[in-house]
């Protein structure tokens, strides 16, 4: 079973660029099939989906953050990282890594994604 | 578009059926998973593709998909179901996933 561990920052000032890490064990960013991904919780909110990674390093990002965001992979590491930059208050949130695994099932057809493991959280205060 | 929209709040007796629902064009297009989230830890796959789930997922949990909108169905809700439920998918066309809104699910 994979295993996803955020480490980073809790407190980031307005203005700056949060930095985030996922570490992967159990598994590897290099594996076909997976989408490293990225998932932020506000206080008192959703779940929203930032962007993720694929094994080949195409990135995909939500529109109403992609000017900020930026995601990338160390192989080496066996790491996937977030960055988010000009953050304001409103960024503060519980972010999460997150493994988007391909599903295929022969019998049936069946072609689709789904979120089968989750780093604990880490949140992050925007705040001066 | 990607949107997918959720009740805000559902609520059960204990021991009967509740349905959650999760609307959107994409939905047509492409299987919803859905994930349980308790006092805001990380939150848990319960359904996928057509409807399979995970291992140590009880069978009252179940999926189904019609036109623009996906469903969740717990037969027989229990005290330990109270919980928010969320919706997902990856649309390959856009190639962005997207979240419903949630839904609060309380057993009465």
């Known amino acids: 079973q994979v295993q996803l561990q955020e480490s980073g920052p809790g407190l980031v000032k307005p203005s700056q660029t949060l930095s985030l890490t996922c570490t992967v064990s159990?598994?590897?960013?290099?594996?076909?099939?997976?989408?490293w991904t990225w998932i932020r919780q506000r206080p008192g909110k959703g779940l929203e989906w930032i962007g993720s990674?694929?094994?080949?390093?195409?990135?995909s990002s939500d529109p109403s953050l992609r000017s900020r965001v930026s995601i990338s992979v160390d192989t080496s590491e066996n790491q996937f990282s977030l960055r988010l930059n000009s953050v304001i208050v409103a960024d503060t949130a519980v972010y999460y890594c997150?493994?988007?695994?391909?599903?295929?099932?022969?019998?049936?057809?069946?072609?689709?994604?789904?979120?089968?493991?989750w780093g604990q959280g880490i949140l992050v205060t925007v705040s001066s | 578009s990607s949107e997918l929209t959720q009740d805000p709040a559902v609520s059960v007796a204990s021991g009967q059926t509740v349905t959650i629902t999760c609307l959107g064009d994409?939905?047509?297009?492409?299987?919803v998973s859905w994930y349980q989230q308790k006092s805001r830890q990380a939150p848990v796959v319960i359904i996928f593709?057509?409807?399979t789930r995970p291992s140590g997922i009880p069978d009252r949990f179940s999926g189904s998909s019609s036109g623009d909108t996906a469903s969740l169905t717990i037969t027989g809700a229990q005290a330990e179901d109270e919980a928010d439920y969320y919706c997902?998918?990856?649309?390959?066309?856009?190639?962005?996933?997207?979240f419903g809104g949630g839904t609060q699910l309380t057993v009465l």
């Open positions: 997150a493994r988007d695994r391909r599903y295929y099932n022969p019998l049936t057809g069946e072609a689709t994604t789904y979120i089968d493991s």
């Open positions: 159990g598994g590897s960013v290099s594996s076909g099939g997976d989408y």
């Open positions: 990674i694929y094994h080949t390093g195409s990135t």
């Open positions: 994409s939905v047509r297009r492409h299987y």
């Open positions: 593709g057509e409807n």
């Open positions: 997902y998918l990856r649309d390959t066309d856009s190639k962005q996933g997207v």
